[in-house]
T-cell receptor, first 115, second 113 residues
Framework: GAGVSQSPSNKVTEKGKDVELRCDPI?????LYWYRQSLGQGLEFLIY????????KSGLPSDRFSAERTGGSVSTLTIQRTQQEDSAVYLC?????????????FGPGTRLLVL | GENVEQHPSTLSVQEGDSAVIKCTYS??????FPWYKQELGKGPQLIID?????GEKKDQRIAVTLNKTAKHFSLHITETQPEDSAVYFC????????????FGQGTILTVHP
């Protein structure tokens, strides 16, 4: 079946502009995660959605970052007033229920470059 | 906070040799330890995982070992092939982190033909 998809695959923007990144999880997966991967670094947790529960936003680096998940499926990560340090690959993952020990399936990522 | 140290950062081997990557974690309540492989331009892909009630797990040429007392776990790749060349990440979850994964810094593995 279809895996996790993300769009756009690449995004170049100017400092100060807002960007929206989209994630389509695997159908039926109730848990969705956003991670950020800076150049040459590991993945850094940003936010977690599970069903209708309040999301865990503890990883968001600043109030310029926000995310929503509509209808328990598609998620959008929004970065307002982008800064050069926001340049990174933004990865989305989904899992069936969100528990520890569940396999997380990753999308291909969105490569964001802020000029 | 929770963290994991991954070593080495780069590893170069000849085809057919073995490769070992080690991670040390901080959260003693962790109970899930996956390894991901990331090829250039792609998202990470799970290659093997282990849970805290098991000390070792094998899948063909890949194995993972877990030492909960020392809080470290290792990835072993035997009979390496050029297509094993990629970046490998360890991670852990559990305790108070539910499904959230904490990742190591990654190891760039290069297998020379």
């Amino acid at each position: 079946g279809a895996g996790v998809s993300q769009s756009p695959s690449n995004k170049v923007t100017e400092k100060g502009k807002d960007v929206e990144l989209r994630c389509d999880p695997i159908s039926g997966h109730t848990a969705l995660y956003w991670y950020r991967q800076s150049l040459g670094q590991g993945l850094e947790f940003l936010i977690y959605f599970q069903g209708n529960s309040a999301p865990d936003k503890s990883g968001l680096p600043s109030d310029r970052f926000s995310a929503e998940r509509t209808g328990g499926s598609v998620s959008t990560l929004t970065i307002q007033r982008t800064q050069q340090e926001d340049s990174a690959v933004y990865l989305c993952a989904s899992s069936l229920m969100g528990g520890a020990g569940e396999t997380q399936y990753f999308g291909p990522g969105t490569r964001l470059l802020v000029l | 906070g929770e963290n994991v140290e991954q070593h080495p950062s780069t590893l170069s081997v000849q085809e057919g040799d073995s490769a070992v990557i080690k991670c040390t974690y901080s959260d003693s309540a962790s109970n899930y330890f996956p390894w991901y492989k990331q090829e250039l331009g792609k998202g990470p892909q799970l290659i093997i995982d282990i849970r805290s009630n098991v000390g070792e797990k094998k899948d063909q040429r890949i194995a993972v070992t877990l030492n909960k007392t020392a809080k470290h776990f290792s990835l072993h790749i035997t009979e390496t092939q050029p297509e094993d060349s990629a970046v490998y990440f360890c991670a852990f979850a559990g305790g108070t982190s539910y499904g959230k994964l904490t990742f190591g810094q990654g190891t760039i593995l290069t297998v020379h033909p």
